[in-house]
């Protein structure tokens, strides 16, 4: 009785363990086809025979701060947002990678640093994370993920052999979307063609007021910049580092990383600019290109 | 450990493998098993409540011992005090202690006098009220001489520790689930398999409705007052289904893993959300507390035998006592009292037959709906923190002064209400198919298993695991 059991129930388990293993197979193919995520976007929808100006690396403040868009009509360069919304600085070391590792070419990588990553980096898995996720057969992508998983339950480490794990893990994330994109395979997940975002205007501050700022002093140390950077350069790509407009901080940076750096933390004086304290509008996202293409322009014509 | 982490999958294995392996031949040597299991599921939470628990198994195996012995009246009467008094005394102090204290205070305050009644940092006992009543059941009826009392003491504590139905019930009576401990049990392929089924059941109630659902629930009853009429609708109706999916999804597993060890445990729901009266809906919900309710208390206070309007205070007494076994707080009471007061008519009137199964047809549909609302008003004050706070949910849902839709403020709430009522409707279909075929348990077939796991693989909350809600009572 009891051996009977337990064949029934190992043949049901394997039945079901193969079918949620190939329908996580076809979520990743479908993924992997769409535009739905960045990683995917970048290698669905550009030449990597056509080579970059720049790259765009950031959280949620490099996807709305700065449009690659309008400094490529200041600039006349080619340009494009890889930044990822609620990611930390070894996640966009990753993006990075994923970038050059998918055959593209940049002379430049715009990184658009937040102060939690100044001095060091959680090694946490960030929450937006999961979207690299349909290329964990890739070696950096897995070595990522490995890296950082803890506890019992390890959906990206067992994912890259069992797939269902991690698409059941993450179904809400990954394999709910996967669906999606079966109909819709050049919807984007907040971003336009060029990897932008666009906050709308912040409905708590309708006045436009003069901002006051404070100023606070700050050490850019991070030990995984030199690597960013060492990465970069074996690419023949150069680190701009760039700090985004704050609603109410102005940011005394001593740099300790060669890269250049432009600190535009207290550049926009009005809160008519911003959607948040750290999020620009669209007239925020304006300006704070413009001006950032003009300190661009002699570096790129370095 | 909660049945649906991946510390309880091993720790079932473990235990399921030794017992019918290791110890098959020998029934006391698996009842020790059981108890020692039970005894590391419960620590596993908090050990040092394990005294507790076991204080309590001591007494009422010592009480029910005496009272076998006794013929003497007063003496059993006596033991039978002594018993309720410590059970309800630990019950009551754990649970009810800072409660009390604080009414007292504020009843004071109340007059103009200060009264100084300084609240304890108490720990509730996880299940306490589960175990505490089941423990009284057995005593109360070896004091009605109902059974007799157990002499094999590594039974009767495995009976009040049993870790399926420890921690949230079914709240078993010892008539039926204690004489299964004292005979041998075999293993029988057919039962487990109807284990493993409703387990699976019990899991898609539990991962995909309840566990997503209390993730937008907690959203709209976090922020109600900034909520659009529609949100509050959407949050009472998914609290309703959350907290049926985590109480009866727990149910059903604590039923099917009874079943992998040769245990049968009492049904806990009959499928109550399609109940076309309040009456039917008490007769469909938690059975195993609203039949423990009417056997120790609707009963013993005079049921119907001293007239109407006498039982009819019975009936409100035992929807209030009720809604204060779920917990100390005056939202409980309420929730009870409202329940109460909507069984009021039925009884009064007495025109109407509840039935056992609903066979939905389109005469019934407004009555099922018209309960499913009143119902769900009661729920309001079930999740709400406090009174002002449920009543001042409902005021917002009718006056319609919020505009804010939490269900819909991102795509991922969207994707999670949308689940929500994907597992609703498939919930519903199911029971009203097995309602129509009046079959009291789900039992799918081999093919809807594989589909059932499947959607369990692909819409369950993993990431959102939540403790039961009825560990808490």
Same mark, same amino acid.
């Given at each position: 009785?009891?051996?009977?059991?337990?064949?029934?129930?190992?043949?049901?388990?394997?039945?079901?363990?193969?079918?949620?293993?190939?329908?996580? =197979?076809?979520?990743?193919?479908?993924?992997?086809?769409?535009?739905?995520?960045?990683?995917?976007?970048?290698?669905?929808?550009?030449?990597?025979?056509?080579?970059?100006?720049?790259?765009?690396?950031?959280?949620?403040?490099?996807?709305?701060?700065?449009?690659?868009? %309008?400094?490529?009509?200041?600039?006349?360069?080619?340009? /494009?947002?890889?930044?990822?919304?609620?990611?930390?600085?070894?996640?966009?070391?990753?993006?990075?990678?994923?970038?050059?590792?998918?055959?593209?070419?940049?002379?430049?990588?715009?990184?658009?640093?937040?102060?939690?990553?100044?001095? *060091?980096?959680?090694?946490?898995?960030?929450?937006?994370?999961?979207?690299?996720?349909?290329?964990?057969?890739?070696?950096?992508?897995?070595?990522?993920?490995?890296?950082?998983?803890?506890?019992?339950?390890?959906?990206?480490?067992?994912?890259?052999?069992?797939?269902?794990?991690?698409?059941?893990?993450?179904?809400?994330?990954?394999?709910?979307?996967?669906?999606?994109?079966?109909?819709?395979?050049?919807? +984007?997940?907040?971003?336009?063609?060029?990897?932008?975002?666009?906050?709308?205007?912040?409905?708590?501050?309708?006045?436009?007021?003069?901002?006051?700022?404070?100023?606070?002093?700050?050490?850019?140390?991070?030990?995984?910049?030199?690597?960013?950077? %060492?990465?970069? +350069?074996?690419?023949?790509?150069?680190?701009?580092?760039?700090?985004?407009?704050? %609603?109410?901080?102005?940011?005394?940076?001593?740099?300790?990383?060669?890269?250049?750096?432009?600190?535009?933390?207290?550049?926009?004086?009005?809160?008519?600019?911003?959607?948040?304290?750290?999020?620009?509008?669209?007239?925020?996202? =304006?300006?704070?290109?413009?001006?950032?293409?003009?300190?661009?322009?002699?570096?790129?014509?370095? | 450990?909660?049945?649906?982490?991946?510390?309880?999958?091993?720790?079932?294995?473990?235990?399921?493998?030794?017992?019918?392996?290791?110890?098959?031949?020998?029934?006391?040597?698996?009842?020790?098993?059981?108890?020692?299991?039970?005894?590391?599921?419960?620590?596993?939470?908090?050990?040092?409540?394990?005294?507790?628990?076991?204080?309590?198994?001591?007494?009422?195996?010592?009480?029910?011992?005496?009272?076998?012995?006794?013929?003497?009246?007063?003496?059993?009467?006596?033991?039978?005090?002594?018993?309720?008094?410590?059970?309800?005394?630990?019950?009551?102090?754990?649970?009810?202690?800072?409660?009390?204290?604080?009414?007292?205070?504020?009843?004071?305050?109340?007059?103009?006098?200060?009264?100084?009644?300084?609240?304890?940092?108490?720990?509730?006992?996880?299940?306490?009220?589960?175990?505490?009543?089941?423990?009284?059941?057995?005593?109360?009826?070896?004091? +009605?001489?109902?059974?007799?009392?157990?002499?094999?003491?590594?039974?009767?504590?495995?009976?009040?520790?049993?870790?399926?139905?420890?921690?949230?019930?079914?709240?078993?009576?010892?008539? *039926?689930?204690?004489?299964?401990?004292?005979?041998? +049990?075999?293993?029988?392929?057919?039962?487990?398999?109807?284990?493993?089924?409703?387990?699976?059941?019990?899991?898609?109630?539990?991962?995909?409705?309840?566990?997503?659902?209390?993730?937008?629930?907690?959203?709209?009853?976090?922020?109600?007052?900034?909520?659009?009429?529609?949100?509050?609708?959407?949050?009472?109706?998914?609290?309703?289904?959350?907290?049926?999916?985590?109480?009866?999804?727990?149910?059903?597993?604590?039923?099917?893993?009874?079943?992998?060890?040769?245990?049968?445990?009492?049904?806990?729901?009959?499928?109550?959300?399609?109940?076309?009266?309040?009456?039917?809906?008490?007769?469909?919900?938690?059975?195993?507390?609203?039949?423990?309710?009417?056997?120790?208390?609707?009963?013993?206070?005079?049921?119907?035998?001293?007239?109407?309007?006498?039982?009819?205070?019975?009936?409100? /007494?035992?929807?209030?006592?009720?809604?204060?076994?779920?917990?100390?707080?005056?939202?409980?009471?309420?929730?009870?009292?409202?329940?109460?007061?909507?069984?009021?008519?039925?009884?009064?009137?007495?025109?109407?037959?509840?039935?056992?199964?609903?066979?939905?047809?389109?005469?019934?549909?407004?009555?099922? =709906?018209?309960?499913? /609302?009143?119902?769900?008003?009661?729920?309001?004050?079930?999740?709400?923190?406090?009174?002002?706070?449920?009543?001042?949910?409902? /005021? *917002?849902?009718?006056?319609?002064?919020?505009?804010?839709?939490?269900?819909?403020?991102?795509?991922?709430?969207?994707?999670?209400?949308?689940?929500?009522?994907?597992?609703?409707?498939?919930?519903?279909?199911?029971?009203?198919?097995?309602?129509?075929?009046?079959?009291?348990?789900?039992?799918?077939?081999?093919?809807?298993?594989?589909?059932?796991?499947?959607?369990?693989?692909?819409?369950?909350?993993?990431?959102?695991?939540?403790?039961?809600?009825?560990?808490?009572?």
């Amino acid at each position: 009785m009891m051996k009977k059991f337990l064949i029934q129930l190992s043949k049901y388990f394997l039945i079901i363990a193969l079918i949620a293993n190939l329908l996580s =197979l076809i979520s990743n193919f479908l993924l992997k086809r769409s535009s739905i995520f960045k990683a995917s976007f970048l290698v669905n929808n550009f030449d990597p025979e056509q080579a970059f100006d720049y790259f765009i690396i950031g959280s949620s403040r490099g996807l709305t701060s700065i449009g690659s868009e %309008e400094i490529d009509q200041k600039l006349t360069t080619r340009g /494009i947002n890889l930044s990822q919304d609620d990611t930390g600085l070894p996640s966009q070391l990753l993006m990075a990678k994923h970038f050059f590792e998918s055959g593209f070419r940049a002379s430049y990588c715009i990184l658009v640093l937040d102060e939690p990553d100044f001095e *060091h980096s959680s090694m946490q898995i960030n929450d937006n994370d999961y979207r690299m996720a349909p290329y964990l057969q890739r070696d950096y992508i897995y070595d990522y993920f490995r890296e950082r998983e803890r506890g019992i339950i390890r959906p990206y480490t067992l994912g890259k052999y069992v797939p269902a794990v991690l698409y059941s893990y993450y179904n809400t994330e990954l394999f709910i979307p996967s669906l999606f994109t079966l109909f819709r395979p050049t919807y +984007r997940h907040r971003f336009d063609q060029y990897g932008n975002y666009t906050y709308p205007d912040s409905q708590l501050n309708p006045e436009n007021e003069s901002l006051k700022f404070i100023q606070v002093q700050k050490k850019i140390s991070n030990t995984l910049l030199y690597e960013f950077e %060492e990465y970069l +350069r074996t690419r023949g790509c150069q680190l701009i580092l760039y700090v985004a407009p704050y %609603e109410n901080r102005e940011l005394i940076i001593q740099q300790e990383v060669k890269a250049p750096l432009i600190n535009h933390s207290s550049t926009l004086l009005e809160n008519s600019y911003f959607y948040d304290p750290i999020h620009l509008n669209e007239k925020g996202k =304006l300006e704070a290109s413009s001006l950032l293409a003009k300190e661009l322009q002699p570096l790129f014509q370095k | 450990m909660i049945f649906n982490s991946i510390e309880f999958a091993f720790f079932l294995v473990i235990v399921f493998f030794i017992y019918w392996v290791l110890l098959k031949k020998d029934l006391n040597l698996q009842n020790l098993f059981l108890l020692i299991s039970s005894y590391f599921f419960y620590g596993w939470w908090n050990w040092k409540f394990l005294t507790l628990i076991a204080f309590s198994s001591l007494t009422d195996y010592l009480v029910g011992r005496q009272l076998g012995k006794s013929q003497n009246q007063s003496t059993r009467k006596g033991l039978l005090l002594i018993s309720i008094l410590i059970n309800l005394g630990l019950l009551g102090f754990f649970k009810y202690y800072n409660f009390f204290a604080q009414n007292f205070v504020d009843a004071f305050l109340f007059f103009g006098s200060k009264v100084s009644l300084s609240s304890l940092q108490i720990v509730l006992p996880v299940g306490i009220s589960f175990y505490t009543f089941q423990t009284m059941s057995y005593t109360i009826d070896v004091y +009605r001489k109902k059974i007799n009392p157990c002499k094999d003491y590594i039974a009767f504590f495995a009976f009040v520790s049993f870790f399926p139905q420890l921690v949230a019930g079914p709240i078993e009576r010892a008539g *039926h689930l204690l004489p299964q401990f004292l005979k041998a +049990r075999f293993f029988d392929y057919k039962i487990a398999v109807s284990g493993i089924r409703i387990i699976l059941w019990g899991l898609f109630k539990k991962m995909v409705i309840a566990d997503n659902a209390a993730m937008i629930v907690d959203g709209i009853f976090n922020d109600y007052s900034t909520q659009s009429p529609l949100s509050l609708s959407i949050g009472i109706l998914f609290f309703a289904f959350q907290i049926y999916g985590d109480f009866s999804g727990y149910s059903d597993i604590a039923i099917g893993i009874s079943r992998l060890f040769g245990f049968d445990l009492m049904s806990n729901f009959r499928f109550p959300y399609l109940s076309s009266n309040i009456s039917e809906f008490w007769k469909r919900w938690h059975i195993s507390l609203s039949s423990w309710f009417k056997d120790y208390l609707y009963i013993p206070l005079g049921g119907n035998r001293k007239g109407k309007w006498f039982s009819l205070i019975n009936v409100l /007494i035992v929807f209030l006592v009720s809604g204060f076994w779920h917990g100390a707080n005056w939202t409980f009471i309420i929730w009870g009292l409202i329940n109460g007061l909507l069984y009021v008519p039925l009884y009064i009137s007495k025109g109407i037959k509840d039935e056992e199964f609903t066979q939905l047809r389109l005469t019934n549909l407004p009555k099922i =709906l018209f309960t499913f /609302i009143l119902v769900g008003f009661g729920w309001v004050y079930f999740r709400s923190p406090s009174v002002y706070d449920a009543n001042q949910y409902l /005021i *917002h849902l009718f006056t319609g002064s919020g505009s804010a839709m939490y269900f819909s403020s991102s795509s991922k709430h969207l994707l999670v209400s949308l689940i929500c009522l994907i597992g609703i409707a498939i919930i519903l279909i199911v029971e009203i198919r097995y309602s129509r075929l009046k079959k009291g348990e789900v039992t799918l077939s081999n093919f809807q298993l594989i589909l059932l796991s499947l959607l369990l693989l692909f819409m369950a909350a993993f990431k959102n695991p939540i403790s039961f809600i009825y560990f808490q009572f």
